[in-house]
């Protein structure tokens, strides 16, 4: 027996996957600007907000692009400032960030690299 997707279910799926993605980079973006403002007494108040929109819209830029390669690099992306946000200050204030992050760090290098121009933000 066929199974066939109706057009409804089939934007209901993708309107879901969409907005589970938007989700997950409003959390990393909310999370990352909160350890930053957290970690840096100098900031203003508004900084959080500004980098939470200016986060956001780095990702949606790339996700944006249709190639694979920025889809990956968005994902790596996303990961890899997750790891970062469940830092502590000590290390989060760290150049290499007290050696934790350093699989997720390679992932978004090598996404970099991979993307090599192909998207129109993170490269």
């Known amino acids: 027996m066929r199974t066939t997707i109706t057009p409804v279910a089939r ?41 939470v929109e200016a ?21 790596a992306k996303l990961a890899f400032d997750a790891c970062r946000a469940a830092l502590d200050c000590d290390d989060f204030d760290e150049a290499d960030f007290g050696g934790k992050c350093d699989d997720e760090l390679d992932d978004y290098e090598d996404a970099m690299g991979d993307a090599d121009g192909e998207c129109s933000s993170y490269d």
């Open 55 to 75: 986060y956001n819209a780095g990702i949606n830029s790339l996700r944006a692009n249709k190639e694979p390669e920025c889809q990956e690099l968005a994902a």
């Open 11 to 51: 934007a209901l799926a993708l309107c879901t996957v969409a907005m589970c993605a938007l989700a997950i980079s409003g959390c990393v973006a909310n999370s990352l600007c909160g350890k930053t403002q957290e970690c840096n007494d100098s900031l203003e108040d508004d900084s959080y907000g500004v980098c």
